[in-house]
């Protein structure tokens, strides 16, 4: 082993049978930090929040005290919380959880974050998929308000709150904050022009918070156990724990709550390493947008500034594991064709340039193509990235350029073959014996 601690906050409760009630929440600890919360005067629960150096979830980590504190004050608006549980990237798989074992976690954070901004109603936009998890958030919602902790004068405070789960229809840019906005208001999801940020001109051109599941259930911990408990674990600049979430050629994939700053070497030590009989290949440090890393990066901290250093990006944490069964062409063809389907279209770049990439990576992998397609396909990316309306747009050519960087020799061999050289079932997880 080396060194390896987790941290279980959010997921400590999970594999109790009933982590998802209110008398389980309650019985271990859960709604003592929002009575410490309403004691207090909300801008000091603000402070609170910038003093952990909490970094927003949801893949940008942009300072949640810090936005909180964007929201102006005696401007006679209504000002709105917006929770964002639209979690749909690939390989992300932190906030369903989250949601689904340890609801009234997220339903604490909701007051407690809607008490400081000075806000009287919460959304939580949750994609539509999953039913399942929506049932349980309406049942969560319903137990927190028959108990005092929503609706009037919440445990006698003064402070009124309500909550409304409001399920999209399924749509990756839906998670964008001003694309979930407007999906919100009962337009089409399309992203906004920024500045007015949402914290000015928001929900009904009112200042609104976003902010995305995990940050907002972390709150009641911090509250709880003090800004400089959470700012102890980390990094200095990256904050506190996270759930890093671990899939693909894994033995035990899941969600490993730990440190940010905890390296991928030390998560395989607790995951029973790349499954048996089997090295790592390649892997992503945040998901399908951020640049691949390969076996050289094992012990590169996983936290914002190392994970930037190294040359990516640490996102959402979510860790998909590729050992060397994998053809990387394939995995990054998948990809493209995600965007490309989920492109909104609004701009040229990304709905044109996704359309053009996906065409040149199904030539490639079919080894039909030419050594003059690779620069092609990094001349079209260069034309998304930086061009593109929103961060969907950019989000296409990370994947595609580090995985010519670091494995140009297998774009090649497709082409001498004259396809693609790997078995595609030696990479699945199952067995059609075991599929039937
Ligand atoms: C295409 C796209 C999809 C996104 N999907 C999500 C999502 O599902 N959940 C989320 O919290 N943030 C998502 N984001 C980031 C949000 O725009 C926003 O930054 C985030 O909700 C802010 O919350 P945080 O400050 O707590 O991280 C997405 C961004 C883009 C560009
Ligand atoms: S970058 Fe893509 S998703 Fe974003 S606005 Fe443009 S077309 Fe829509």
Redesign the pocket.
């Known amino acids: 082993m080396t060194g390896v601690r987790l941290t279980p906050a959010l997921s400590a409760r999970w594999d109790e049978p009933d982590s998802f009630t209110l008398e389980g929440y309650r019985r271990d600890g859960g709604y003592r930090a929002l009575p410490k919360a309403l004691a207090m005067p909300p801008d000091q629960v603000i402070q609170t929040l910038k003093d952990s150096v909490l970094r927003?979830?949801?893949?940008?980590g942009?300072p949640?005290g810090v936005?909180w504190g964007f929201i102006p004050q005696g401007d006679g608006k209504p000002h709105y919380l917006v929770v964002?549980a639209?979690?749909?990237?690939p390989g992300a798989c932190k906030?369903v959880p989250t949601l689904l074992n340890n609801p009234q976690a997220l339903i604490e954070g909701i007051v407690i974050a809607a008490y400081a901004i000075r806000a009287h109603l919460a959304f939580v936009y949750i994609r539509g998929e999953v039913l399942h998890v929506i049932r349980r958030l309406h049942h969560a919602v319903a137990e927190a308000r028959e108990a005092g902790y929503l609706g009037r004068d919440i445990l006698g405070s003064g402070f009124d709150l309500e909550v409304v789960v409001h399920a999209g229809a399924g749509a990756?840019?839906c998670?964008?904050?001003t694309a979930l906005l407007d999906s919100l208001e009962g337009y089409r999801g399309q992203p906004r022009l920024k500045p007015p940020f949402p914290a000015t001109s928001g929900l009904y051109a009112c200042p609104t918070v976003?902010?995305?599941?995990e940050?907002i259930a972390s709150v009641p911990w911090i509250l709880l156990h003090g800004a400089e408990d959470f700012a102890s674990l980390g990094t200095q600049k990256s904050t506190g724990f996270g759930l890093f979430q671990l899939s693909g050629h894994v033995t035990t994939p899941g969600q490993y709550e730990a440190p940010l700053g905890t390296t991928l070497r030390q998560l395989l030590d607790l995951a029973g390493g790349i499954r048996a009989g089997h090295r790592l290949k390649f892997w992503t440090p945040g998901g399908s947008s951020t640049p691949l890393f390969t076996d050289e990066h094992l012990d590169v901290p996983l936290d914002y500034e190392d994970v930037a250093a190294a040359g990516s990006l640490l996102g959402t944490r979510s860790i998909q594991l590729f050992d060397e069964t994998t053809c990387v062409v394939r995995v990054v063809l998948r990809w493209a064709e995600f965007y490309r389907h989920e492109s909104c279209g609004k701009c040229t770049p990304c709905r044109e340039g996704s359309y053009w990439v996906v065409q040149v990576l199904e030539r490639l992998e079919a080894g039909e193509g030419s050594e003059a397609d690779l620069d092609k396909l990094l001349d079209i990316c260069s034309n998304i990235t930086g061009r593109a309306f929103?961060?969907?747009g950019d989000?296409i050519e990370p994947s595609v350029k580090s995985s010519i960087t670091f494995f140009r020799d297998e774009y090649l061999e497709h082409l001498r073959y004259g396809g693609c050289p790997f078995d595609p079932s030696a990479s699945t997880l199952f067995t059609l014996e075991s599929a039937r």
Not at 56 to 60: D, F, I, N, S, V
Not at 86 to 89: A, V
Not at 210 to 213: G, I, Q, R
């Open positions: 927003g979830r949801g893949g940008a942009f949640t936005k964002n639209d979690e749909s990237e906030d990756y840019i998670g964008e904050e976003v902010n995305n599941v940050s929103c961060a969907l989000s």
